[in-house]
């Protein structure tokens, strides 16, 4: 129910945050370009510092922690989350090939082959896995995790102002986000904890 109820929630968030045209396209009816903003907040500079913020959080926080503690082992969770949405984000827009806004007006044209990989976005995948074992598993007994989940509506939002992605393709990269991390954080014990040497357990904090 909780997973029900935050999926409910990330999509009212999200859609709720962009401008949904009366007559669209793509599977959903809703694609469209937005204006087109590279500025304050939504540069894709920030968009880039955010990804990397995000990948040097899930790998720096998994080493020092080490999966003894409660936090240490949702961080390696996370990394699970990650990996997995990454490979399946990246097959996706391998086999459907959509073309981006900034390649053409029309967000109907799937299956254009090499260079065209606007379906989904990969970075609003990344955020939402990286962020769903920590609101999975604090959410309830402290409310004010959730509040995580701006961080991949602000990255969806974005990159459809600078013409990365379509409607559906930051909805698409959000559930995947979201459904790898579910996995992740119901799997008895993180998969890459298990396959390295027992050392990672306590983390690099202990050293120190």
């Not at 996370?78 to 990454?86: C, F, H, P």
């Amino acid at each position: 129910m909780k997973f029900l109820l935050r999926a409910a929630l990330g999509c009212a968030l999200l859609l709720g945050g962009v401008e949904i045209a009366s007559a669209g396209g793509g599977p959903l009816g809703i694609d469209h370009k937005l204006a087109y903003d590279d500025s304050g907040i939504w540069k894709r500079s920030y968009q880039l510092a955010l990804e990397d913020l995000t990948i040097a959080a899930v790998l720096g926080g998994s080493l020092w922690e080490g999966g003894e503690s409660r936090l240490g082992n949702e961080f390696w969770r996370s990394l699970d989350s990650s990996a997995l949405g990454a490979v399946a984000s990246t097959a996706m827009k391998e086999i459907f090939t959509r073309e981006r806004p900034t390649q053409t007006d029309d967000p109907n044209k799937w299956f254009q082959g090499k260079g065209h990989y606007s379906f989904p976005s990969g970075e609003v995948t990344l955020i939402s896995s990286a962020i769903t074992p920590f609101v999975l598993e604090y959410g309830q007994e402290q409310p004010a995790v959730y509040a995580l989940e701006v961080l991949p509506v602000y990255d969806a939002v974005a990159r459809m102002k600078v013409h990365g992605h379509w409607q559906t393709d930051v909805l698409a990269g959000w559930a995947i986000g979201t459904a790898s991390g579910y996995y992740a954080q119901h799997r008895d014990s993180p998969f890459f904890l298990e396959l390295l040497p027992g050392g990672f357990e306590a983390g690099l904090k202990t050293r120190f």
